[in-house]
């Protein structure tokens, strides 16, 4: 790493060297570059944990790396910084203002849409035209300001636009030419003079023209044309504005003359040059034309002209000519002709190429000269000419910059750069800060440093500056620069793609592989820490994060606990934050306790702050009066914020030396400046259209583009007929000018930044927002129509050309004679959700409508919308998940429901939030697992119902497997989580004393956020052994583990760091730990260890008289707890001690043990008292004394206190026995009795005192694990209240969450590695059950004529499934120790084969000893009664077949080294025929031929030969002939198949290959590379699909249409699993599971088109597809199984989803809707208990009768359809 940071110093000084010396001439930047690669190959080697192998990647060698995008990853921070990158296409169209309006209009009614659709849909930009001259009547303004705007606005679109920025309109007209608005002081001077002999001309001027001593040096500055014609302005009264706009006219005609003439004699004195002269005779469209291409770069990639030429124009109509040619009097103004005919023929074409340069001419006809009829041909082409030109330069643009433009991180870190340049310009003072903050970087300390204060003290400037100062600080080394402005864009918005940014930023400048940085949130925070230790001394590091509050508090952001607190060496870490804003700084201080690492912000001051200002001033060139300097020092002495400062400078740049004095006023605080800012703006321009303009700002969540801020305002009526009194435009849209001309009078309150891929304007400091709010927000129906006009854009409602209507004003009928109402196209765009190529192909998210219409349907509750467009908008929702954190999507649902509570909107987001896991990365499953969670609210859900209509019919485009029945868990119900992560089971978890966070524990430590259910933090300690015991600090700051093979793990759990300490006792193997909040002790059963928190030990004692140490508990009172057991093993004997200064009390007790808080009462089983719990209290005198006891006759297992110690439970046997401890009773106590269910008892753990069972909150309910289930008891009266089947794996811990707050939750953990979090205030809400098997399921069969009927199997027992509900009918098994090996169902359903296996033991007849022999029978089942009819005893049977329309079975057995093959009836069970195979045994399955003929039977003769094939007919048992493979090419087989399209072929699978071979000619017909016996029905395709990854469709016939082999999944190395690959029985589809993705891939066969992506909940053991090849059955490890259908969106013959059963509405007897559903599983009743009242279960029971039987009706009607 070392030698990489100095390779970097070394292109720094040869960088300095080129830029200073000579060779820069000769030299190009790629010369440069391998300039540096010949003196630097030499040094260069890996650093920082590369290797070698790795060298080849574009991250891992920096001569490979772009030199731009280096400099800015490095944080150089330089005036030639790259511009930032652009995703908007702006131009600017110049043209004279009324000749060019048909062309004009054309173009904003046909083109312009079609320009910005194209750019969004292809390359996701926007576009934008600025056409200054449209929708303005009149050219003159009152300030004079319009031409400098255009200056502006060209320059903006210089700055912003990606490809066109510049296209100028030219005819035959030269424009208008207005006099200067500022003139140099110098310059009038001399003008004076030659005015002098004139002196109503010069009092003329000296009227209009007012000198600013203000400006440094002085100008003279045209007056506003109302402050000496008044009604200039004055639109109400038309008469004398009519007369006032005249009187200008004429008196700007004068002061041109007077200004030319005086220019004349100057330039004839040679006291001003030609360009100077020329800025007098002008026009405002050379201007712009010689901004945006005489003087621009580059011309050929940004700009275009068109020029049109009219023939036979009639000079003498003036009132049309002039409108196209310039006159003067009442003739040709040929001085404006000349002018016109140098710009347009020579100064144009002469700098820019021809390519770019279109003429058109057309001739002048009928009255108006041009019309849209008569020059239709002209408009189309001229149209059509543009957008191609258009298209073509965006492009070419786009394919220009693809590389960086696209690099989203790029652009990210460039944006803050360029903010950080821009505050460093204005900065001044603070040196006493600085210096501090220098300090820091200069010294050895190793915490992150903290800036706070008050909002506008100054925070980001400062952090800017010190930022800047990195290099110079560093000045003996080649330092990294990374700075976040928190907030201020996407990436810097959230904490997931923050610090995915820094990891790929670190990544790059680090040479470490970019595809390391992992993708999940958990992981991303440790690797981020673990990448700061990349920095070197050479190449140290340094980060700034400003505003920690900005962002956004999802993921735990605001927990800090992805901040590092201990710095690897090397690196710097500088923070900001406000104070009291979401409690951030009180978490920064608690993470970051050293004081010395604090700086507070405080203001200004008044001299530093006037310093400030006038330092502003030199640089602006601007100055003030002696008298308005006293009102600006009166102002910052009683406010002198940074801010404050700024708005001040501001506010004082517009004086003039000549302002009036109520019109140099300053407010004393920052609200009252800027509200006066936007008072005198919304004066200026109208307060309609500011405060509405400003207002969808403000309530925009990140912003708004200014194209979609002029798209809102041409939508928004009131701006439209506030703007429009006085005249209808052309398009009803607003005037691009307006809004331009509110910006200009922000100057830099508006902020730049990308939101959503967009560039978005907002305010810069959340000041501008609360005042913003306060000014407009107030009135709540404002504020509900922004809001409301906001998402009528985003939902697209006037989109697309549909034409909006509205409604003229009053005054627009009375003034304008206008209709009331009208129609008109606001030419704004559609919003679908996602943007599709040619190929249907997703090529882009609409980001901004994903991201913006949630936030305003809601604020503007319009919930109706907000549900139907969003929430429960499949399309929406799939489009936001797969492009945006899941935890934005849930942030939706988390708004409205703080809002209004909705129930279906509370069941959608449990739902989202059980399926996390998922849809993080399967963002095609959301369909899948909506419809198998909410298919039980199908009926009763009206919301939830449509959303699964919307899955059924829109999801199966991105996923076309569909749960055909309820599959998954319903949220609602007990279980809140299911939380994952554990790859063995969490054996130790516990919760921090807040109940926030759950810690849990494997090998692993995985820290779980109990409000969200989401991880919070995941810690890979790098142990080998499996965490046994947990112990968390009473601080909640360590937790500590101890490990299987003898280690302690001391985890810091707000900072992830951990420390492992090996081997920390002697001998023996370490017991368990226990922790206070700054030393833990870990024990083992012969002494305890006390270490300090940091992993040192301080003391090593040996326990009490040798006795073993079973536990300990540390309390804080330093009264610590130790149990001691018996020496020997077979005694219960136990000793309790209570153990500090004052107290070494032994208490002797068995079995059994509860102890209070405090220590001083224990209930236990005692010597004396047998199985009665005895009850002992500590006496002041230390010793104990006995209370009472409660009588109980059986072994007690545990003992547990609830919370409050009211009351006691014992684990007994058959159950519980709780006892309330502040009943009124007897001595002897009176217990209430909780029963198991039958066949279920608890069994004691000898080494422990821990029991499964606790109560939860207010004692109402004791919860106990047993087994894989828990359940649920009222303490009153002990009824079982509900049996949850919790985990698929043994419970083995057990905990409660409760709280004063209503928590009351239940959190259990399993061997099946999961742990779930149980809400016992819903114990009494519907749970809908989901039938499983007890065990997994190894292997399905589907009864082929009945399509309503399979069975799974299991390793010991038989499920019968009704596929037509998904129901388990029945379970089936002959004994619990038995195990089976084969299973078939008759195609009719009716009967059930199966073999069993049963390792018996029995007396060896040659010896006294017991053997255990395997036995085994073949059961025939009756389907329908699930009653054995026959057994057939036969040994160790592994296959079984059936034949003869499935009325005879053949069943393969082995024993020793014999096979036997026997053929029995079905159901009947008589034996057809026996024999024994001739040959030896042979691993491999015998095929029956696809006639039913013929037995084909793999073996070996005597010789041993293993390529050797014994065929007997299939009907008799008759050996037919053996068959010798010899064919070319021969190996080792391992699979025989049947042929499905001939009775004479089979199938031999080899490990290369597969070969068709025909039995009766003995020959092998075909071989086929890499097939692996998968083949469809048809034997027309197969499939090859090898571990190692990769699908390939094979043709095993030739078909000239079609390729022999075709990809469905290309080959990549990702190791080797189990794959599992079928055709459907239709032939139509092809099937692929993987089991180490554990994903399901459906491919349509006629286009080869994958389908779906179907990620399963659990491994899948077993899949077929179904017999009419529409649906597949899926057999998991947890037990379950899963029906899917497969539609195919362009199969018309696949089966209706809606014809589903499951997708029908029944009605119940009180006539709501139902759809089939009952609460749990009427095949395991324990499982869902309701409470114990006859009348309820009576109700129940009738209302599922009614519905089974409305069901069965369904299925009937449906079967039959089948």
């Known amino acids: 790493m070392e030698s990489k940071k100095e390779s970097k110093g070394s292109n720094d000084k040869l960088v300095e060297a080129f830029m200073k010396s000579e060779i ?65 296409v702006r131009i600017f169209t110049s043209s004279t203002f009324t000749d060019t309006q048909l062309e004009r209009n054309a173009l904003m009614a046909d083109v312009y849409p079609k320009i910005k659709e194209y750019c969004r849909e292809n390359h996701g930009l926007e576009f934008q035209v600025v056409d200054m001259r449209w929708g303005v009547r009149d050219e003159a303004t009152d300030d004079h300001m319009t031409t400098e705007l255009c200056m502006n606005e060209i320059r903006n679109c210089q700055r912003l636009s990606t490809g066109p920025n510049f296209v100028v309109f030219l005819g035959q007209k030269y424009g208008y030419r207005p006099i200067p608005t500022i003139i140099d002081g110098a310059e009038f001077k001399k003008l004076e003079e030659c005015t002098q002999q ?131 009097g009442r003739s040709l103004d040929t001085e404006a002709q000349d002018l016109l005919d140098n710009l347009r023929d020579r100064k144009i074409p002469a700098a820019l190429a021809e390519e770019n340069i279109a003429r058109f001419s057309v001739t002048w006809t009928g009255k108006e000269g041009l019309d849209n009829d008569t020059h239709k041909e002209y408009i189309e082409e001229f149209c059509n000419h543009f957008y191609h030109s258009i298209l073509k330069l965006v492009d070419d643009a786009v394919k220009k910059n693809d590389e960086l433009m696209h690099d989203r991180i790029y652009a990210d870190i460039l ?76 990436d810097s918005s959230t ?194 259209l500011v405060s509405r303009a400003l207002g969808y700002i403000t309530a925009s969540k990140s912003g708004l583009s200014e194209a979609e801020l002029e798209d809102l305002l041409s939508l928004d009526e009131k701006v439209l007929n506030d703007v429009f009194q006085y005249h209808i435009p052309p398009v009803r849209r607003i005037p691009p000018l307006l809004w331009t001309r509110i910006r200009n009078d922000l100057p830099g309150y508006l902020t730049e930044r990308e939101a959503d891929g967009v560039n978005v304007i907002n305010w810069y400091h959340r000041q501008f927002i609360d005042v913003c709010k306060e000014r407009y927000f107030r009135n709540l129906n404002f504020l509900n129509e922004i809001h409301s006009n906001i998402s009528d854009y985003f939902c697209g409602t006037w989109g697309g050309g549909r034409e909006k209507p509205f409604e003229y004003s009053e005054l627009q009928r009375s003034r304008l004679g206008s209709e009331k109402t009208g129609l008109s196209d606001r030419k704004v765009p559609l919003q679908p959700n996602v943007h599709f190529d040619s190929d249907g192909n997703v090529c882009r998210y609409n980001l901004r409508k994903l991201s913006e219409l949630p936030h305003h349907l809601l604020r503007s509750n319009r919930y109706d919308d907000l549900y139907n467009e969003c929430l429960f908008n499949y399309g929406f929702l799939r489009a936001k998940i797969a492009s945006m954190p899941l935890q934005m999507t849930l942030a939706d649902f988390e708004e409205l429901q703080e809002k209004v509570f909705d129930k279906d909107t509370k069941i959608l987001a449990d739902t989202i939030r059980l399926s996390a896991s998922i849809l993080t990365h399967y963002s095609d499953m959301l369909g899948p697992q909506i419809v198998g969670r909410l298919l039980p609210l199908y009926s009763t859900h009206p919301k939830i119902r449509n959303l699964i209509q919307q899955c059924d019919t829109d999801g199966i485009n991105f996923c076309s497997l569909v749960p055909t029945h309820h599959c998954y868990h319903t949220p609602g119900g007990p279980l809140q989580y299911s939380l994952e992560g554990h790859l063995f089971a969490p054996y130790g978890i516990s919760i921090t004393s807040d109940t926030r966070y759950l810690i849990s524990a494997s090998n692993r430590i995985i820290i779980f956020d109990l409000s969200t259910g989401e991880v919070f933090r995941t810690i890979f300690p790098g142990v080998e052994g499996i965490v046994s015991t947990l112990s968390i600090s009473p601080n909640d ?49 012969r002494a305890w260890y006390v270490y300090s928190i940091d992993g040192t030990l301080k003391q090593r004692t040996p326990v009490y008289q040798a006795t073993p140490l079973m536990e300990i508990r540390l309390k804080q009172n330093k009264e610590h707890v130790f149990i001691l057991e018996s020496v020997d093993e077979n005694d219960r004997d136990r000793t309790f001690v209570v153990l500090n200064a004052n107290i070494d009390d032994h208490f002797q007790f068995h079995t059994a043990l509860a102890v209070t808080k405090d220590s001083k009462t224990v209930y236990s089983c005692i010597e004396l008292s047998d199985f009665d719990i005895a009850v002992y209290t500590r006496s002041p005198r230390f010793c104990w004394e006995y209370q009472r006891s409660f009588n109980n006759t059986e072994e007690v297992y545990s003992l547990c206190l609830s ?198 033991t029995q007396q060896n007849s040659e010896s006294e000893n017991e053997v255990i022999i395997p036995t085994g029978n073949v059961l025939i089942w009756n389907a329908e009664e699930g009653k054995t009819l026959q057994t057939v005893p036969l040994r160790n049977v592994h296959q079984l077949i059936l034949n003869e329309n499935d009325t005879r079975c053949i069943a393969i057995s082995s024993s020793l080294n014999r096979v036997k093959c026997t053929c029995i009836e079905v159901p009947r069970a008589k034996e057809v025929y026996t024999f024994e195979l001739e040959g030896q045994k042979r691993n491999k399955n015998a095929v029956l031929t696809c006639d039913g003929l013929s037995l084909v039977f793999p073996t070996t003769n005597k010789a041993g030969e293993t390529n050797i094939l014994s065929v007997y007919h299939a009907k008799t048992g008759a050996h037919q002939f053996k068959v010798t493979l010899k064919y070319s090419n021969y190996q080792e087989f391992h699979t025989l198949l049947p042929m499905p399209n001939d009775p004479s072929q089979i199938a031999i699978i080899d490990n290369n290959k597969g070969v068709i071979f025909d039995i009766k000619k003995k020959s092998a017909v075909k071989s086929i590379n890499k097939w692996n016996g998968v083949v469809n029905s048809t034997g027309k395709y197969g499939l090859y699909a090898p571990t190692r990854g990769g699908l390939e469709l094979l043709a095993l016939t030739k078909n000239p249409d079609k390729p022999q082999t ?111 559903f009952t609460i749990g599983s009427h095949m395991m009743a324990a499982k869902v208990v309701s409470k114990p009242l006859s009348k309820v279960r009576q109700h129940l029971q009738s209302k599922r009768q009614a519905k089974e039987d409305k069901m069965n009706s369904i299925l009937k009607d449906y079967t039959s359809k089948v």
């Open 1037 to 1085: 700051k360590y937790c500590v583990c101890s490990t299987t093979i003898n280690q302690v793990i001391i985890c810091n759990i707000q900072t992830g760091d951990f420390q492992i300490i090996e081997k920390p006792v002697e001998e023996t193997s370490l017991l368990g730990v226990s922790s206070l909040s700054s030393e833990f002790v870990v024990y083992n059963s």
């Open 415 to 490: 944006q803050h750069l360029h903010m950080c340049l821009n505050l460093v310009k204005l900065f001044k003072g603070r040196e006493e800060i600085i210096h501090r903050v220098t300090e820091y970087l200069k010294g050895s300390n190793n915490i992150p440093l903290i800036m706070y204060g008050e909002s506008g003290c100054g925070k980001t400037s400062l952090l800017a500056k010190s930022a800047s100062l990195v290099r110079e600080v560093y000045n003996d080394a080649t330092p990294v620069l990374l700075i976040r402005f928190l907030g201020t864009s996407p």
């Open 1606 to 1716: 075709q990809t469905l999944i290309p080959r990549v190395a990702e190791g080797v699993f189990y794959v599992k690959c079928l055709f459907t029985k239709n032939d139509k589809h092809v099937v692929y599971y993987h089991r180490g993705h554990r994903t399901i891939r459906v491919f349509r066969i006629s286009d080869c088109k994958q389908l779906a992506h179907y990620k399963c909940h659990a491994q899948v053991n077993a899949m077929e597809g179904t017999a009419d090849g529409t649906g597949l059955l899926l057999g998991a490890e947890d037990g379950s199984f899963v029906i899917l259908t497969i539609a195919d969106p362009q199969n018309a013959n696949n089966i209706k989803i809606e014809e589903l059963p499951s997708r029908q509405l029944i009605q119940d007897p009180n006539g709501s809707a139902q759809n089939g």
């Open 1203 to 1400: 919370d409050d110690e009211t009351h006691l439970a014992a684990t007994v046997a058959p159950g519980f026995k709780v006892w309330d401890l502040l009943a009124k009773l007897s001595k002897e106590g009176k217990e209430v009795v909780m029963s198991l269910p039958h066949g279920i008892r608890n069994i004691p753990n000898k080494h422990s005192l821990a029991s499964l069972c606790l109560f939860s909150r207010r004692n109402e309910f004791l919860c106990a694990g047993v087994r894989k289930y828990i359940f649920v008891w009222d303490v009153k009266n002990g009824t079982l209240v509900k049996t949850l089947d919790a985990h698929f794996g043994r419970i083995c811990r057990l905990m409660s969450v409760t709280g004063p707050d209503r928590t009351n939750k239940l959190i259990s953990s399993s061997l099946d590695k999961t742990i779930k979090v149980w809400n016992i205030e819903n114990i009494y809400e519907d749970v809908y059950s989901i039938d499983r098997m007890e065990k997994p399921v190894d292997d399905i069969c589907m009864a082929a004529d009945h399509i309503s009927r399979a069975i799974t199997i299991t390793r010991n027992c038989l499920g019968l499934w009704n596929l037509s509900d998904g129901r388990l009918l029945k379970t089936l098994s002959s004994s619990g120790s038995s195990i089976i090996s084969q299973a078939k169902i008759t195609s009719n359903g009716l009967y059930i084969v199966s073999a069993e296996l049963d390792n018996r």
């Open 24 to 88: 820069k001439k000769n030299l190009s930047l790629n010369d440069l570059v391998k300039e540096y690669s010949r003196v630097d190959s030499g040094n260069r080697r890996n650093g920082g944990g590369v290797s070698p192998d790795n060298a080849n990647s574009d991250s891992d060698i920096s001569l490979q790396k772009n030199p731009k995008k280096l400099r800015v990853f490095e944080g150089l921070l330089s005036d030639d910084l790259p511009p930032l990158n652009s995703k908007i």
């Open 495 to 688: 904490i997931q793609p923050l610090l995915h940014s820094l990891c790929v930023q670190i990544s790059y400048l680090y040479d470490q592989p970019i595809e390391d940085i992992p993708s999940d949130l958990v992981l991303l925070q440790g690797y981020f820490k673990k990448l700061l230790s990349c920095a070197t001394k050479e190449s140290p590091m340094v980060i700034f994060l400003d505003s920690l509050d900005q962002i956004s508090p999802t993921d735990g952001a605001h927990s800090l606990m992805w901040l590092p607190t201990r710095l690897p060496p090397n690196v710097k870490f500088v923070v900001s934050s406000l104070p009291k804003l979401y409690g951030v700084l009180d978490t920064l201080f608690k993470l970051i306790s050293n004081k010395g690492n604090r700086i507070e912000i405080t203001p200004l001051g008044a001299d530093l702050g006037g310093n400030i200002i006038k330092t502003w001033l030199e640089r602006k060139q601007r100055d003030v009066s002696s008298s308005q300097w006293e009102i600006v020092n009166a102002a910052i002495s009683k406010c002198n914020l940074p801010l404050y400062v700024k708005l001040v400078f501001d506010e004082i740049c517009r004086w003039r030396s000549f302002s009036k004095p109520q019109d140099t006023v300053l407010s004393h605080s920052i609200h009252e400046i800027i509200n006066k800012l936007f008072e005198r703006i919304e004066n200026s321009h109208g307060k309609t």
């Open 198 to 328: 004139f002196p109503e001309d010069l009092a003329l001027l000296q009227k209009w023209y007012q000198v600013d001593t203000n400006t440094v040096p002085p100008v003279y500055i045209l007056r506003p044309i109302s402050t000496v014609y008044y009604n200039f302005n004055n639109k109400r009264n038309a008469k004398l504005q009519e007369a006032d706009s005249n009187a200008w006219w004429d008196t700007m005609c004068d002061l041109q003359k007077i200004l030319r003439r005086a220019v004349e004699v100057l330039l004839e004195k040679k006291m001003i040059d030609e360009e100077g002269a020329h800025n007098y005779y002008m026009s405002v469209t050379e201007r712009e034309i010689q901004n945006g291409i005489l003087r621009a770069k580059d011309t050929g990639d940004h700009a275009l002209a068109y020029i049109r030429s009219i023939e036979d124009i009639n000079i003498s109509v003036l009132r049309i000519s002039k409108l196209f040619v310039d006159i003067a």
